[in-house]
């Protein structure tokens, strides 16, 4: 299984972005979600996830500005970012997996391409 994410693009810094990832409806419904980034030379990190309850969590500097969410009808997750910067700029991934009791997030699909998102300053 391979999600895709899409929905970047270039942006100024202060500006906004949704970002999309759709999957069948199994996928969707029976895990949890996250949506991951990577900027260039660095390691993919963890940015929020989505259980199938609706539960949401935030990593880092995105709390606050981007919320995670999901639609099972439309089979589609979404991941909305306001007040971007520059530091945001990176490849976007979605995943579907296992989220454990410490926070950890397990994904169990391949990586799709990503999407990238770009912020000027």
């Known amino acids: 299984v391979q999600l895709q994410a899409s929905g970047g693009g270039l942006v100024q810094a202060g500006g906004s972005l949704r970002l999309s990832c759709a999957a069948s409806?199994?996928?969707?419904?029976?895990?949890?979600m996250a949506w991951y980034r990577q900027a260039p030379g660095m390691q993919r990190e963890l940015v929020a996830t989505?259980?199938?309850?609706?539960?949401?969590d935030y990593k880092g500097s995105v709390k606050g500005r981007f919320t995670i969410s999901r639609d099972n009808a439309k089979n589609t997750v979404y991941l909305q970012m306001n007040s971007l910067q520059p530091e945001d700029t990176a490849v976007y991934y979605c995943?579907?997996?296992?989220?454990?009791?410490?926070?950890?997030?397990?994904?169990?699909?391949?990586w799709g391409q990503g999407t990238q998102v770009t912020v000027s300053s």
């Open positions: 995943n579907a997996g296992r989220i454990y009791s410490n926070g950890y997030f397990n994904p169990l699909a391949k």
């Open positions: 409806r199994d996928i969707i419904t029976s895990n949890a």
């Open positions: 989505i259980t199938s309850g609706g539960t949401t």
